[in-house]
């Protein structure tokens, strides 16, 4: 679908391929949902540029800016739901003094948001129905970076209280989706970096509008890198849990290996087919069974006054 939105009276109609063509695009919002590979070439005539310049980049979460002629091309990403590196939808920026066209495969709700501040702008120019738009993105990213906080700390204390497969896997998965979270973030914020010292964006308060788009993304790197740090201490203390109870384990089995080993040892001995002291002797059972008792019991009690077990 192919929409036009007047920057200065918010009128907006749908436009077909034909209309593109003819359409006047100075102080307009082109905006491509979901676009067929017809529309995409059809826009580029009408611009002046190379149809190649619109293919959505196949990594998802990879952004940046191209300066063509006169015009600024952005690629962006917004997160549909909770965040996932399958779900990251790209965007599309075309920034010009004059107009601003953006190409996206879904409408997420940070568009949908950036759509209702643009209607409420008055004075909007096509810099800042970019700035309104990348801001609902920005924002989105603080609600997942809540998501992530709250989903660490369930993770973390299901460690404390259960040390299984299935916590060290949820572990590792939050750990990765933050690291390539990361990675977004950093794209866009290089992204943001040269579009605010570009002439695309005016001197004065416009510049500051972009200076604070570019704090709150340095803002999100630094959550984002902690909660990473936070993990792996995480991990370590799963690990350090474990490695506790497997020698809590293994020191239990090895008492009872010394506790058992003097009766096993005299049972040994009597088992030979050769003379031993008290062999014939009537008692001599009862004597053997009483003797590994009470050796065994010696060094229980021996252990226990050591708090070896």
């Not at 979460?61 to 590196?85: E, G």
Request: aromatic share 12%; with cysteine.
């Amino acid at each position: 679908m192919i929409s036009i939105t007047d920057l200065k009276t918010k009128k907006r109609s749908i436009l077909n391929k034909d209309e593109l063509k003819k359409v006047e695009l100075k102080g307009m919002w082109l905006d491509f949902l979901d676009p067929s590979s017809s529309d995409i070439k059809n826009l580029a005539e009408k611009i002046g540029v190379d149809a190649s310049v619109f293919q959505t980049v196949e990594i998802r979460t990879y952004s940046t800016v191209t300066f063509i002629k006169n015009l600024c091309v952005i690629y962006f990403s917004s997160l549909t739901k909770s965040y996932d590196s399958k779900k990251v939808s790209p965007f599309i920026f075309v920034l010009s003094p004059d107009f601003m066209v953006t190409i996206r495969k879904e409408d997420t709700m940070p568009m949908k948001l950036g759509k209702e501040r643009i209607e409420k702008d008055t004075n909007i120019k096509p810099y800042s129905a970019v700035y309104h738009i990348m801001d609902e993105i920005l924002s989105d990213y603080f609600n997942y970076l809540e998501q992530a906080e709250n989903k660490g700390t369930a993770v973390e204390k299901e460690i404390l209280n259960r040390t299984d497969d299935n916590a060290l896997k949820d572990l590792f998965k939050l750990k990765s989706e933050l690291i390539v979270f990361n990675k977004l973030l950093w794209y866009e914020r290089g992204v943001i970096a040269s579009l605010k010292k570009s002439s695309f964006i005016p001197k004065g308060g416009a510049k500051e509008l972009f200076d604070g788009l570019h704090d709150d993304i340095a803002r999100q790197i630094d959550i984002v890198e902690t909660f990473i740090e936070t993990l792996s201490d995480s991990m370590d203390a799963y690990l350090s849990i474990v490695s506790n109870k497997t020698n809590a384990i293994v020191k239990i089995l090895t008492s009872i290996t010394i506790i058992l080993f003097v009766p096993t040892i005299i049972g040994t001995f009597y088992g030979m087919n050769v003379n031993l002291p008290f062999q014939q002797d009537a008692n001599a059972f009862y004597f053997l069974i009483s003797s590994s008792f009470l050796l065994a019991a010696g060094i229980l009690a021996y252990f226990r006054h050591k708090k070896w077990i």
